[in-house]
């Protein structure tokens, strides 16, 4: 069994099994001010602290905010501090993700990614707003009025056509892999959470980030296998993870590049080139 940092089930009431569960009880716990700091080389580096009842250990995370670490409720401030400081070489590596930054303009002919591949950005002027994003063409093309903060409206054209291919792509696989692992949503959410990739709630709806888009395809499946799962096991138990190797055995490399390369997926596009896609049988 492997802890999850960036999955959020919703228990409450389970209208499968009839029995009431605990509320959710992950809540952030931002101290303000100060947040609580790493200093790295010199730097203070603030993070946000959340005090989770169910995990065991102190895990960290990148969000589009920064540096997000998870620890057990009664584990002691210092304790937290002390093994925060430990992951001095995953903080290293993920140094230029630990701070607040400006999301690189999206221009015209950029190569911006798509699931396995990219399609190319075309950028032009009209006098109306929109946005076309055709993967099957390899484009997406924007329109913007002349007149307005070009580089904002252009992301926000760009946004609103990926969220628009996530919620064809995400039906498409919530069907096809809902018949491997035996399961159907009540409904699938297309979102952009601050902190997640997917979600399960008890009364089976099933919400994804739009950004799964610019993940290796295999990434983004295990979270819809792994969201589906779910709905048949509404908790990270053995048997959870069983069903989930049932339908991708590989899965594991595809949770440890969501570790790895997740901050990449906050900062795209615009953010360069994708990491390289996880190894089939590669040891995690
Ligand atoms: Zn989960």
Redesign the pocket.
């Known amino acids: 069994m492997r802890p ?1 940092d960036w ?1 959020f ?1 919703k228990r409450g009431h389970n209208s499968r099994t009839g029995a009431a569960r605990s509320p959710p009880s992950v809540r952030p716990v931002r101290h303000d001010p100060p947040m609580p700091e790493v200093v790295l080389d010199g730097r203070a580096v603030p993070y946000l602290l959340v005090r989770n009842p169910r995990s065991r250990h102190v895990r960290m995370s990148l969000t589009p905010d920064g540096l997000r670490v998870s620890a057990p409720t009664r584990l002691p401030q210092t304790e937290v501090e002390r093994a925060v400081a430990s992951k001095e070489r995953w903080l290293r590596r993920h140094a230029d993700m630990l701070v607040p930054f400006t999301p690189a303009a999206l221009t015209d002919g950029m190569a911006l990614p798509f699931l396995d591949g990219t399609v190319e950005l075309g950028v032009r002027t009209a006098g109306r707003a929109s946005v076309s994003f055709r993967p099957e063409d390899g484009r997406i093309t924007v329109a913007v009025p002349p007149s307005h903060d070009v580089g904002a409206e252009v992301r926000t054209l760009v946004e609103r056509g990926y969220r628009a291919v996530a919620r064809e792509w995400c039906t498409w696989a919530c069907d096809h892999f809902g018949a491997q692992v035996g399961a159907t949503p009540a409904s699938i959410a297309v979102r952009d959470p601050r902190t997640r990739w997917g979600s399960c709630s008890a009364r089976g709806a099933v919400s994804l980030s739009w950004r799964l888009m610019m993940a290796p395809a295999r990434v983004a499946e295990y979270v819809v296998v ?1 969201e589906l799962a ?1 709905l048949v096991h509404l908790d ?1 138990s053995a048997d959870f993870w069983g069903l989930v190797a049932r339908v991708l055995p590989d899965h594991r490399a595809d949770s440890a590049w969501l570790r790895e390369h997740g901050g990449w997926l906050w900062r795209s596009p615009g953010a360069g080139h994708r990491p390289a896609p996880p190894l089939s049988g590669a040891p995690t």
Do not use: K
């Open positions: 999850v999955c089930m792994h779910h990270h």
